[in-house]
């Protein structure tokens, strides 16, 4: 073993990101979860007028521009809004803000014990002891599994990967009233594609505990910049930004920090892209269920589908990467039955069904 290894390295388990296609590789991929339409038509306009001369500069620090656009929509003020390079970022800052070093207490970080895989990497990688709290039937995530108990922070996915499944703003105020000296961690990656779901950053200033991460590469189509953003009391930003700052002052870049506010300001596009992947989401929920797969309701933009007993998601899974379609499939106990399939465009998915079909 090298003598040069850092020893914090060994034993560690690195997220396993959804297999990417080779340059010119023509698939239909709907296994990492992004958004299949357009954002928003006001970032070419960023783009025409964006002074290349600026580059020369550092960013803003704070990205002020974009965390103004978000507190406009969100109707909070600046000062409850941090910005990071994706919200993996924000997510791995909040781990070292908020838990890093709990494993040296005796309470630990509830969080699902099926849920985004990243969460017990941060774990490993920041000395964070978790407690994996079991779903409940139908992969339901329980409030009450999370109050009454002694820990040191909660961080949820809501709605939950690979599952689909969300819990009510009403289930989510419950924790945090269960909670109070303790950050509570709503990770809301996909919240934009539950049709009756209000996020949880509507209680920023209720509770001062909460900690809303949200990502702008799902609903805003905006994958390839990574940009994401966390909504929470200002005390609570305040420490998340002197975290970054003691690794890296400036994590998003000048174009970025513009394209993101005008995505963000952009409603219309926003409301239009989320509606049409709901949509597409119930045709193929309806269709696949008709041939025998369980699908759970979604609140996501994928399902979480377990194919009929005349095949197994492992071989259906490769047998569709064959024909080079992509989906997600988990080797992990309990969910490996399953298939995690983003929602692409009708055409995509009308394509995948008929590969489906042909399976089964």
């Known amino acids: 073993m090298s ?8 034993g560690i388990e690195p997220y396993v990101a959804g297999e990417q296609p080779k340059d010119g590789q023509r698939v239909i991929k709907l296994n990492t979860n992004e958004n299949p339409y357009a954002p928003s038509p006001a970032i070419k306009e960023v ?25 406009s929509v969100y109707g909070v003020s600046r000062e409850n809004v941090f910005a990071g390079n994706g919200s993996d970022e924000v997510l791995a800052i909040c781990w070292q803000a908020l838990f890093e070093k709990m494993g040296n207490t005796d309470k630990k970080v509830l969080m699902p014990d ?36 002694e820990c040191a922070g909660i961080a949820i996915a809501n709605p939950n990967a690979p599952t689909s499944k969300a819990i009510t ?26 049709e009756d779901y209000e996020s949880a950053a509507t209680l920023i200033g209720k509770y001062k505990n909460l900690v809303v991460v949200r990502t702008m590469s799902k609903s805003y189509g905006l994958a390839g ?53 709901i949509k597409t ?3 193929i929920t309806e269709e696949l269920r008709k041939v025998g797969f369980d699908i759970p309701d979604s609140s996501a933009n994928f399902i979480f589908a377990k194919p009929p007993k005349s095949i197994d998601a492992e071989t259906l ?5 064959a024909k080079g379609i992509l ?21 995509e998915m009308k394509e995948f069904l008929e590969a489906v079909l042909k399976e089964i």
């Open 47 to 71: 783009l025409k007028n964006f002074d290349i001369d600026t580059l020369r500069l550092y960013p803003d620090t704070n990205s002020t521009v974009f965390i103004d656009a978000v507190a």
């Open 114 to 149: 099926i849920s985004y895989s990243f969460y017990p990497v941060y774990s490993s990688f920041y000395d964070v002891a978790p407690e994996k709290v079991p779903l409940r039937e139908g992969f339901t995530v329980d409030p009450d599994d999370y109050c009454g108990k």
């Open 225 to 277: 910049i990574r940009l994401g953003y966390a909504i929470a009391d200002e005390e609570i930003i305040t420490g998340l930004r002197k975290v970054r700052d003691s690794f890296n002052s400036y994590p998003v870049d000048r174009l970025t920090q513009r394209i993101g506010a005008a995505a963000m300001l952009d409603r219309e596009n926003f409301e239009k892209n989320r509606l049409a992947v």
């Open 169 to 194: 703003l009403d289930e989510i105020e419950k924790i945090l009233k269960a909670n109070p000296d303790v950050p509570v961690i709503i990770d809301e990656a996909y919240a934009a594609y539950a």
């Open 281 to 283: 989401r119930k045709f």
């Open 317 to 321: 899974y490769k047998n569709l990467k």
């Open 327 to 347: 989906v997600r499939y988990f080797n992990k106990p309990v969910i490996n039955e399953y298939l995690r399939i983003t929602i692409g465009t009708d055409e």
């Open 3 to 10: 003598k040069y290894w850092n020893i914090k390295t060994q």
